[in-house]
């Protein structure tokens, strides 16, 4: 069975500062890894997605995440925030080859003036 | 790209009532998901199919059950909805060899049991 853990379920931020979202997660198997975004009263958006190659991945928007598999986490990161990064952020695994999602709790960021 | 259709983005049902949420998906995606979303437990899966007729318990599957007799339609049942079943319900799509293997997000269903 795989798990997900977001180290902070809210995370507070000032316009321009850099923000790093914390994911750890646990599994058997290969993975896929993934983060979503998902903006007030609407669905879930794919941000980037880790599946092979670079443990660097660059996403929309200015994320990036970097996959670490000796400390299985997958963190976000952002240099510098804007006012519509406010928005809830989910991790997400799926075992490789299969297509089901196990999500973390989300992060809520908000970003101040 | 991509669209996944939801049928309706607010609901309100009493108790006891047989609910349908509708899922629509127009990507010939194999895969089709039933996510529960609830505040502080990220999202959590009901049901999936990887297949037309087929179906597999997620999760969290009691008090729900699923349809898929297309492979564009995927059917979330609550046979007879509960209090404990209000919530926001995300249906999801996505192929196995395209896309990366991505899921696709419907913009959800705000469910509200009386």
């Known amino acids: 069975a795989q798990s997900v853990t977001q180290l902070d379920s809210q995370v507070p931020v000032f316009e321009e500062a850099p923000v790093e979202l914390r994911c750890n997660y646990s599994?058997?198997?290969?993975?896929?890894l993934f983060w979503y975004v998902q903006y007030p009263n609407q669905g879930l958006q794919l941000l980037l997605k880790?599946?092979?190659?670079?443990?660097l991945v660059k996403g929309i928007n200015g994320f990036e995440a970097e996959f670490n598999k000796s400390q299985t986490s997958f963190h976000l990161r952002k240099p510098s925030v804007h006012i519509s990064d406010t928005a809830e952020y989910f991790c997400?695994?799926?075992?490789?080859?299969?297509?089901?999602?196990?999500f973390g709790q989300g992060t809520i960021l908000t970003v101040h003036p | 790209d991509v669209k996944v259709t939801q049928s309706s983005r607010y609901l309100v049902k009493r108790t006891g009532e047989k609910v349908f949420l509708e899922c629509v998906q127009d990507?010939?995606?194999?895969?089709m998901f039933w996510y529960r979303q609830d505040p502080g437990l990220g999202l959590r899966l009901i049901y999936f199919?990887?297949?037309?007729?087929?179906?597999e318990k997620g999760d969290i599957p009691e008090g729900y059950s699923v349809s898929r007799e297309k492979k564009e339609r995927f059917s979330l049942i609550l046979e007879s909805a509960s209090t404990n079943q209000t919530s926001m319900y995300l249906c999801?799509?996505?192929?196995?060899?395209?896309?990366?293997?991505?899921?696709?997000f419907g913009q959800g269903t705000r469910l509200t049991v009386v």
């Open positions: 999801a799509s996505s192929s196995p060899s395209r896309e990366g293997v991505v899921a696709f």
């Open positions: 599994s058997s198997v290969s993975v896929y």
């Open positions: 880790y599946l092979s190659g670079s443990t």
């Open positions: 997400a695994v799926s075992d490789v080859g299969a297509g089901k999602l196990t």
């Open positions: 990507m010939d995606h194999e895969n």
């Open positions: 199919s990887y297949d037309v007729k087929m179906k």
